[in-house]
T-cell receptor
Framework: KQEVTQIPAALSVPEGENLVLNCSFTDSAIYNLQWFRQDPGKGLTSLLLIQSSQREQTSGRLNASLDKSSGRSTLYIAASQPGDSATYLC????????????FGKGTTLSVSS | NAGVTQTPKFRILKIGQSMTLQCTQDMNHNYMYWYRQDPGMGLKLIYYSVGAGITDKGEVPNGYNVSRSTTEDFPLRLELAAPSQTSVYFCAILTSGSNTGELFFGEGSRLTVL
């Protein structure tokens, strides 16, 4: 059974710092991996999608990497801003459960000005 | 939200009452999902559907039922509401291919059972 773990559960950084969020998964037979952002009381916004054949994806100040063989992904945020404060969720898709996403519990990021 | 509409946005139920959470998509996608999110617990899959007339259980299906009579609609029904079903419910669709597609979520339905 696929399990997804995100470490740390919470992170506080000063504005301008570069940071890395970690995601690990137990079964490397995945189709793809998605990173989401969730603001308090809101829905999920898709940030990046990495297919199993890819090593990384970039969008603006965000860069996500995937090492399928070791079961790890990282989300790198450059030059963090207070507006980046949110919970970041990692999820993987495989051939389980109608190819549904299996989620980690998230990392709550707080960026202070 | 990629054309995924959830209603209602908020609802308070009494124990034992029934209700249906609606999810509608306007993009003719086959794969649809219902998740629930509890504080600090990530999202857990309740039910999913790979096309009209086809549904299956996810990780936490007890206390819920679904139907998929059309491609557009995937309602989630709570028959006898319990306090443990207090949660935020999200409907999602899978775009493009079943292996390479991306999941997009509705804005959620916040349910409180008292």
């Amino acid at each position: 059974k696929q399990e997804v773990t995100q470490i740390p559960a919470a992170l506080s950084v000063p504005e301008g710092e570069n940071l890395v969020l970690n995601c690990s998964f137990t079964d490397s037979a995945i189709y793809n991996l998605q990173w989401f952002r969730q603001d308090p009381g809101k829905g999920l916004t898709s940030l990046l999608l990495i297919q199993s054949s890819q090593r990384e994806q970039t969008s603006g100040r965000l860069n996500a990497s995937l090492d399928k063989s070791s079961g790890r992904s990282t989300l790198y945020i450059a030059a963090s801003q207070p507006g980046d404060s949110a919970t970041y969720l990692c999820a993987v898709r495989s051939n389980q459960a109608g190819t549904a996403l299996i989620f980690g519990k998230g990392t709550t990021l707080s960026v202070s000005s | 939200n990629a054309g995924v509409t959830q209603t209602p946005k908020f609802r308070i139920l009494k124990i034992g009452q029934s209700m249906t959470l609606q999810c509608t998509q306007d993009m003719n996608h086959n794969y649809m999902y219902w998740y629930r999110q509890d504080p600090g617990m990530g999202l857990k899959l309740i039910y999913y559907s790979v096309g009209a007339g086809i549904t299956d259980k996810g990780e936490v299906p007890n206390g819920y039922n679904v139907s998929r009579s059309t491609t557009e609609d995937f309602p989630l029904r709570l028959e006898l509401a319990a306090p443990s079903q207090t949660s935020v419910y999200f409907c999602a669709i899978l775009t493009s291919g079943s292996n390479t597609g991306e999941l997009f979520f509705g804005e959620g339905s916040r349910l409180t059972v008292l």
